[in-house]
Structure formats: structure tokens, C-alpha cells
């Protein structure tokens, strides 16, 4: 596609319940990143997927957060058992190759889904 | 571990007039530096993107520079106009991974 897309756009759930985030690369990007941005914080790291390679998922901040990405395109972040700590704006980026892969093009960012947690 | 920080925190300043934006990362070793605006609600739009062996970086009104023996860089915006308003975000990538380390941003106002 033409950018990098998210879905949904916003997300509001109860307390416990499971939800599922999307992300949809640009067209031929290897590298695909998460980051969590929270109310008046920086981004955070999550996960880090690069072509076949196992990802790096070492920011994720508990065992509640998974993440795949399937067929090297579509990714989907999944956060079990919802807390209110949660909430935030979640946004996936891309990148033509990952680093140590010959280039370094820089993230190319999507709108973010705002997950309101209630 | 890196860690990225942005003075001021929010900026508000009359339209035309030019300003810089201050980033500072505590470890030298970057591989590049990427300078984001991100509008109210929405997510995050590259700017500049600077290697480590370029000092500086333009797009238009917009200037980043880079030094990395004092771990400083800097966004200047010329003639500055009310679509500028905005939050700024710089990102630091140290060599050897692969990650960007955000600063905390500056949001500013550019008044009519």
C-alpha cells in the first residue's frame, strides 16, 4: 500500500477482556516495528520483526503482549487480559531493510491505534 | 543505554519568526538520527533523517544538524508558519542495534 496502515483506528475495551491490533506495512518492507507511545511519554520499544528472523521481543512489558507477523507482511499485536495501564497509542512503523542489512532508510510510521482501556 | 531528551518541553513563538529545536543524546556512537512531527491524534511523519557522517540535513524550510562529539542536534525551521504547530520528536539509533530511542518531544505553537 501506499503507507503504513493500523487498524482499528481507536479501540475501547473493559477490564480482562483480550484485544487484537493490526498493521499493514508498506509494500516490500523487511522490518516492521511496534512502539507504544503513553499520555505525555516518549515511544516505547515493543517488538522488532526483520524478513524470517525470530523477532526481537524484548520490550515487550509482560507476557500478556504477544506479537506475529505473518507471510513477512501483515502484523498483528495481541494484549491478553487488559489493564488500564494499557491504554495508549500503539503505532507500527516499516522500513525498506533492517539495520545491518545493508541500508538504513529510516521508519515510516502509521496513525496509531489509541486503545482506551475502561 | 542511550537516553534522548528535548528542550524546551513546549515552545510558542509569532508566526515568521525562525527557532531551533534542541535534541541531546547522551551516547556518541549513533548511526543516525531521525527528526518525526506528529500532529494531535495522529501518528508520526519523518522530516529528516541524518547518518552519522553528515553534519547536517535539509527539506525546505526545515535544517537538522548533527554533532555528535557534544551528542547534540538541532532542528531549524525557518520563517516559521501556524501549520508548523505541532509536536517534534527526535530519535537516536546507536550503532550495533536497531532500535530508536525517542526524546519526550517539543510541541509547538506557532501563533497567527
Known amino acids: 500500500g501506499a503507507g503504513v496502515s493500523q487498524s482499528p483506528s481507536n479501540k475501547v475495551t473493559e477490564k480482562g477482556k483480550d484485544v487484537e491490533l493490526r498493521c499493514d506495512p508498506i509494500s516490500g518492507h523487511t522490518a516492521l516495528y511496534w512502539y507504544r507511545q503513553s499520555l505525555g511519554q516518549g515511544l516505547e520499544f515493543l517488538i522488532y520483526f526483520q524478513g524470517n528472523s525470530a523477532p526481537d521481543k524484548s520490550g515487550l512489558p509482560s507476557d500478556r503482549f504477544s506479537a506475529e507477523r505473518t507471510g513477512g507482511s501483515v502484523s498483528t499485536l495481541t494484549i491478553q487480559r487488559t489493564q488500564q495501564e494499557d491504554s495508549a497509542v500503539y503505532l507500527c512503523a516499516s522500513s525498506p531493510s533492517g539495520p545491518g542489512t545493508g541500508g538504513d532508510y529510516g521508519y515510516t510510521f502509521g496513525s496509531g491505534t489509541r486503545l482506551t482501556v475502561v | 543505554k542511550q537516553e534522548v531528551t528535548q528542550i524546551p518541553a513546549a515552545l510558542s513563538v509569532p508566526e515568521g519568526e525562525n527557532l531551533v529545536l534542541n535534541c541531546s543524546f547522551t551516547?556518541?556512537?549513533?548511526?543516525?538520527l531521525q527528526w518525526f512531527r506528529q500532529d494531535p491524534g495522529k501518528g508520526l511523519t519523518s522530516l529528516l533523517l541524518i547518518q552519522s557522517s553528515q553534519r547536517e540535513q535539509t527539506s525546505g524550510r526545515l535544517n537538522a544538524s548533527l554533532d555528535k562529539s557534544s551528542g547534540r542536534s538541532t532542528l531549524y525551521i525557518a520563517a516559521s508558519q501556524p501549520g508548523d504547530s505541532a509536536t517534534y520528536l527526535c530519535a537516536a539509533r546507536t550503532s550495533g542495534t536497531y532500535k530508536y530511542i525517542f526524546g519526550t518531544g517539543t510541541r509547538l505553537k506557532v501563533l497567527a
Open positions: 551516547d556518541s556512537a549513533i548511526y543516525n
